[in-house]
């Protein structure tokens, strides 16, 4: 699977952009430096039920 393909299946599954993604992120300080890829994943999983491969992906693209 491309990382394109992630991203596309993240926004089907949550209904949102990688880039809304980011900026909620932003919002509750995840994109801080120092912020470990444990916690976005509780986040994506607790709001979006993102699984551990997807929510790996953005936090590639959040960090």
């Known amino acids: ?3 394109q393909a ?3 299946t993240i926004e089907m599954k949550t209904g949102l952009t990688a ?3 980011i900026e909620i ?3 509750k300080g995840l ?3 120092g912020v470990k890829a444990a916690e976005i ?9 993102l ?6 992906a953005m936090v590639h ?3």
């Open 41 to 49: 994943l509780a986040w994506l999983k607790e709001d979006y039920q």
């Open 31 to 33: 994109s801080q430096e």
């Open 6 to 8: 992630y991203l596309d």
């Open 61 to 63: 693209v959040i960090q």
């Open 25 to 27: 992120a932003r919002e």
């Open 19 to 21: 880039r809304q993604l």
């Open 1 to 3: 699977m491309s990382f």
């Open 51 to 56: 699984g551990r491969g997807h929510g790996m």
